[in-house]
């Protein structure tokens, strides 16, 4: 169970206390949340920056883009503002651009870095350097050649920040990048393509090409902070922190660097191995969850079920001191496999009038009202269609709330296609209005002559979330709930009309209390995604916490569990999951088809994200596999099953 006490954030906490061996080659320092650490690099960045003032000196900066450092930025243009912090001696260098690349493209660097930190701060144009991805193709080795020797001229970079990419890339140094390059144009790998189509909404958008620092001129920085938030860098961050030194996994290079600092969130410690086998690393302080993850460690590793494990299996496995304490594998086994057998249920709204001391859910009142919180307008169905169905089928009085309009990932061409539906349709009933058919013919104009990249009108974005509405509509009365029940909630933090989502506010927070307040729900369900920071559904989650916390004095409200289900993308880690839905090989189907209702999201979506397969087929291989984990694990067989985990307050 996750609580805010004991998230397995803290539980990773009580495995750190007692370390005293690392597989780290670097210093990794972890913070509960991104903004935290951020705040803490920028804080070290203005004393440098303050110091050499006192000394009359000039600092030099190397930058990077992306989504890890912008609360660096944020806090640094924030001190400037209200600290009186100063960058007239600050000189910077940006670690890359992609090429070609117009400077004032939406998805330039060099705006990227006048949006967050230029245009608020007092550093004189002159002192900035960004590669430059206007210059022509055959220009392009003697300016790298003079960028690099730029950046020796200003004596070297003192503070350089990193991003790493999922490829292990820092800057665009992709794997292959040889030890001692130097400012150089490169090839972008798929993967980091893909990423970036965030940006550019369709991959055969996103330039090829980018001219970057190498990794030479990276390791030249006296010292370097490297960032990674989330549970999407954590593979990566892992290998680069634990691995061996390769060209593959450039990131691997700054092992070798005095004066270097990772700086990561929960999140993105996820795969080291202080978290991963703590007991690996020294005594831990055992508990439950934790005998748990060591359980279905050794059973995945060795490939036997749980009741099978022996003795053997945990001391080779390093788990001697647990065999000591829970006198040997044959209680230790059936204590969490008796643990795991009780999360399963086909009773997500609690089974009524049985015994519920085992199961994840409370057998009274046997009819609940459920809220079902979707960031995007499909999430429901990917995420939690199969309970969505159960508990309805089960007599329950289920509520959906579609977050956000999602009106971002709508193709052009499909919203084209209803604005031509509705001039026609107006002129084939005759009740045609000039005024009205001119706004529909404007929209039909501007999406055949739209750029790529170009914000759209607000009539486009009106008709591209009314596109989405009306597949959440379809989706959720398939699911059997009706008109009364499904939410439509516009959280205006979304409402950019760009890419980039704005910061929540209070106007989000306020409208997701308002719901929750008018329901009273004994179940609330929440995308419990931790993968992106910056992503929709993290937000969508912290909004569901702070109503959650506005509300936590009305009695009811001790009542309200929060349970949590996770993406497309991840599934929860086994020894998390609080309650695991299975679904027969027609439930899957019935799912599939409640997908389906999502027309505008099949056939390859905008921002498809970093997998390549339909979203119907990714939840339909992630139910599957968790499945499998539980039969691998020893207990029963399924075709599939959906997992949550509860979230516990501190004062319910
Ligand atoms: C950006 C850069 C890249 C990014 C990396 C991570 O200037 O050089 O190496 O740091 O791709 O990107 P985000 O931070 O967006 O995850």
């Known amino acids: 169970m996750l609580t805010t006490a004991n998230t397995s954030a803290s539980h990773q906490k009580s495995a750190l206390k007692f370390q005293f061996k690392t597989f780290e080659k670097l210093p990794v320092k972890v913070w509960d949340d991104s903004k935290e650490a951020s705040i803490h690099v920028a804080r070290s960045i203005a004393l440098a920056i303050r110091q050499k003032q006192q000394d009359g000196d000039r600092i030099v900066l190397g930058l990077a883009t992306g989504s890890s450092p912008i609360k660096v930025y944020q806090e640094l243009v924030r001190l400037h503002k209200e600290d009186g912090l100063s960058f007239h001696n600050v000189i910077t260098f940006n670690l890359d651009e992609y090429y070609p690349m117009p400077k004032e493209a939406p998805q330039s660097y060099w705006r990227f870095m006048h949006e967050h930190l230029f245009d608020h701060v007092d550093i004189p144009k002159s002192q900035i350097f960004i590669p430059n991805g206007e210059i022509a193709m055959e220009e392009v080795q003697g300016y790298c050649e003079w960028y690099e020797k730029q950046i020796d001229l200003h004596g070297g970079i003192d503070i350089q920040l990193l991003g790493i990419g999922r490829t292990g890339h820092i800057g665009f140094n992709e794997p292959g990048s040889w030890e001692s390059s130097t400012t150089r144009m490169v090839r972008l790998d798929n993967l980091t393509r893909r990423d970036a189509i965030k940006d550019f909404v369709f991959e055969e958008n996103v330039p090829t090409r980018a001219i970057t620092m190498g990794i030479a001129s990276i390791m030249k920085a006296r010292t370097i902070h490297l960032l990674a938030w989330g549970q999407h860098k954590a593979p990566i961050l892992a290998q680069a922190a634990e691995g061996e030194i390769s060209a593959t996994i450039p990131a691997t290079f700054l092992q070798k660097h005095k004066n270097i600092r990772i700086v990561i969130d929960m999140a993105a410690s996820e795969s080291l191995t202080r978290v991963t086998a703590p007991w690996l690393c020294g005594i831990c302080n055992w508990t439950e969850e934790l005998a748990c993850q060591a359980v279905t460690w050794v059973s995945q590793r060795t490939g036997k079920p749980i009741l099978k494990l022996t003795n053997e299996d945990y001391n080779e496995h390093g788990l001697s001191e647990l065999m000591l304490l829970e006198n040997g594998a044959y209680d230790l086994n059936i204590k969490i496999f008796n643990r795991l057998q009780h999360t399963i249920t086909g009773w997500p709204g609690g089974k009524a009038h049985a015994d519920d001391s085992t199961r994840p859910e409370r057998a009274e009142p046997a009819k609940k009202r459920c809220i079902i919180f979707s960031p995007h307008p499909d999430d429901d169905v990917i995420s939690m269609g199969g309970t969505f169905m159960r508990l309805v089928d089960q007599g329950h009085e289920v509520h959906v709330a579609y977050q956000t309009s999602g009106n971002i990932a709508v193709h052009d061409h499909d919203a084209c296609r209803f604005a031509e539906f509705l001039i026609e349709y107006g002129q084939s009933q005759g009740f045609a209005n000039e005024e009205i058919e001119q706004s529909y013919k404007k929209v039909v104009k501007f999406l055949k002559t739209k750029k790529t990249g170009e914000p759209d009108t607000p009539e486009v974005r009106t008709i591209k979330g009314l596109i989405r509405r009306?597949?959440?509509?379809?989706?959720?009365?398939?699911?059997?709930?009706?008109?009364?029940?499904?939410?439509?909630?516009?959280?205006?933090?979304?409402?950019?009309?760009?890419?980039?989502?704005?910061?929540?506010?209070?106007?989000?927070?306020?409208?997701?209390?308002?719901?929750?307040?008018?329901?009273?729900?004994?179940?609330?369900?929440?995308?419990?995604?931790?993968?992106?920071?910056?992503?929709?559904?993290?937000?969508?989650?912290?909004?569901?916490?702070?109503?959650?916390?506005?509300?936590?004095?009305?009695?009811?409200?001790?009542?309200?569990?929060?349970?949590?289900?996770?993406?497309?993308?991840?599934?929860?880690?086994?020894?998390?999951?609080?309650?695991?839905?299975?679904?027969?090989?027609?439930?899957?189907?019935?799912?599939?088809?409640?997908?389906?209702?999502?027309?505008?999201?099949?056939?390859?979506?905008?921002?498809?994200?970093?997998?390549?397969?339909?979203?119907?087929?990714?939840?339909?291989?992630?139910?599957?596999?968790?499945?499998?984990?539980?039969?691998?694990?020893?207990?029963?067989?399924?075709?599939?099953?959906?997992?949550?985990?509860?979230?516990?307050?501190?004062?319910?």
């Open 470 to 652: 009306g597949e959440a509509r379809a989706g959720a009365r398939y699911c059997g709930i009706g008109d009364s029940q499904i939410h439509f909630l516009d959280m205006p933090f979304y409402e950019t009309g760009k890419v980039r989502k704005g910061e929540i506010s209070d106007a989000d927070i306020e409208i997701v209390a308002h719901l929750i307040e008018k329901v009273q729900p004994h179940q609330v369900y929440a995308a419990g995604d931790l993968a992106d920071p910056h992503g929709t559904h993290r937000v969508c989650l912290d909004a569901i916490f702070a109503a959650f916390d506005r509300l936590k004095g009305h009695k009811w409200m001790k009542d309200c569990w929060l349970w949590l289900y996770r993406g497309a993308w991840h599934e929860f880690p086994i020894y998390e999951i609080d309650m695991a839905v299975p679904m027969s090989p027609d439930q899957v189907q019935r799912k599939q088809k409640a997908i389906f209702m999502h027309q505008s999201q099949k056939d390859s979506a905008p921002f498809p994200g970093e997998d390549a397969r339909e979203f119907w087929q990714r939840a339909k291989e992630r139910n599957k596999a968790t499945a499998e984990i539980y039969r691998k694990l020893g207990l029963a067989e399924y075709e599939a099953m959906e997992a949550f985990a509860r979230w516990k307050f501190d004062w319910q």
